[in-house]
């Protein structure tokens, strides 16, 4: 929320009546083919009647805005619904917007004009997030905070049987705390929703992953942790790191000027809690040098917290021992033959049998052999490390190699 929150409401006041007009005309198109032909949208009349209902509610909040008025035209529509859901008449009263329109992701300032609230932002941003907490509507990923219908509620809504919650996983807990925490980018009301919201996820499900109790024990013992509140989960999920001078930490601290010290404790401080605790840890530059501006998640923090959730580069990428395969070094079909020969001499079935008959030539009775080609051809490492694999240890000790390299 690059934008104060007014600034947006005010800028967005001259889409206002298109927004109504083209939400209007949708309820209009839905009754008209509902009462045409039952079989365009839905396959019973239970959820026709159900979809007329919201669409009626959705028209006369649309008209009237959250007023006794629009409360009174209804208050008796989809009561099983709400039922279901355990709604209140406040949260009704908005979601139908979202059964109308089960693709479209709300921003509050939409939902603002269409319900006419546009002095009541807090109030219909509290409502929404009531609807969260019941796994009816889900938060969306954007700079700004929105919403789409969850996919418990897409399921009731297909199958209409019993609304059943869906539990989130590890993912999807980090990916909620990332979009809530774009509150933070605002005025302190917002950041104390945040606050507040970010907390409640975290306890439902601190007992299922141990990343949410890690989370909300940085409460007691790191002064820094709005800090990580904030940026963790973004850093989980983009799989990037943090720069002092980025976007994201220039509109955290843009609201609140006490930001900006958590922030300088954090980047000039190596003995910080996140550091210590190996939550982050400093970058890598291009030198090889920890980088003083830059910040990641820790390897350490992945492999305890994140198993599954993200790949951790160091370890997952290094190939085992198990996986490598022998093969020839030699691809060249010569020179590959030569190899083969002088090591079939040199094996132990072989080479007393040749030592014998040099002595018995008068010979000398060991092997001078040249490995001619230009610098960097495969002379010392592929060639004689080749041979030795291919001949017993104790014979390979003895051998000596004389390598010229010839440009």
Excluded at 81 to 100: A, G, K, N
Excluded at 235 to 242: A, D, F
Aim: glycine letters at 4%; aromatic letters at 8%; one cysteine or more.
């Amino acid at each position: 929320m690059k934008d104060s929150i007014l600034g947006k409401l005010q800028a967005m006041a001259n889409k206002a009546g298109n927004n109504k007009k083209a939400i209007l005309e949708r309820i209009n198109d839905i009754e008209k083919r509902l009462k045409v032909n039952n079989d365009l949208l839905e396959t019973s009349p239970e959820k026709n009647r159900r979809l007329l209902e919201a669409c009626k509610t959705a028209k006369a909040v649309v008209k009237y805005g959250m007023t006794s008025k629009a409360l009174k035209l209804v208050a008796n529509n989809n009561l099983k619904l709400r039922e279901d859901l355990c709604i209140d008449i406040q949260e009704y009263m908005i979601l139908p917007l979202f059964i109308i329109s089960p693709n479209e992701i709300y921003d509050v300032e939409k939902l603002c004009y269409l319900v006419g609230g546009q002095n009541n932002y807090i109030d219909i941003l509290k409502i929404l997030f009531r609807m969260y907490e019941k796994h009816i509507l889900r938060v969306s990923i954007d700079q700004d905070i929105s919403f789409n219908i969850s996919l418990a509620l897409r399921t009731y809504l297909q199958e209409t049987k019993e609304f059943k919650v869906v539990a989130r996983t590890l993912k999807d807990v980090i990916r909620d705390v990332d979009a809530i925490a774009n509150l933070y980018n605002n005025t302190e009301t917002f950041a104390q929703i945040a606050q507040r919201q970010i907390t409640k996820i975290l306890e439902e499900y601190r007992g299922e992953f141990d990343f949410c109790q890690m989370m909300l024990d940085l409460r007691h013992s790191c002064e820094e942790y709005p800090f990580v509140w904030y940026c963790l989960c973004h850093c989980i999920l983009n799989g990037c790191s943090i720069d002092r001078e980025s976007d994201l930490i220039n509109m955290w601290v843009h609201h609140d000027a006490s930001r900006a010290e958590i922030v300088n404790y954090v980047f000039n401080n190596d003995n910080a809690y996140i550091f210590k605790n190996k939550i982050f840890e400093r970058s890598i530059d291009e030198s090889g040098k920890a980088d003083k501006n830059c910040i990641e998640v820790a390897s350490d923090f992945k492999r305890k917290y994140l198993k599954g959730i993200v790949k951790e580069k160091r370890f997952d990428d290094i190939i085992k021992c198990s996986d490598i395969h022998d093969k020839k070094a030699f691809f060249n079909e010569p020179v590959q033959k030569q190899v083969d020969e002088l090591a079939s001499l040199l094996s132990v079935e072989n080479f007393n049998g040749v030592v014998a008959r040099l002595k018995e030539e008068g010979l000398r009775t060991g092997f001078a052999c040249l490995f001619s080609g230009i610098p960097g051809s495969g002379k010392c490492l592929e060639g004689s490390e080749k041979i030795t694999i291919q001949v017993e240890e104790d014979i390979a000790q003895a051998l000596e190699f004389f390598v010229q390299s010839h440009s």
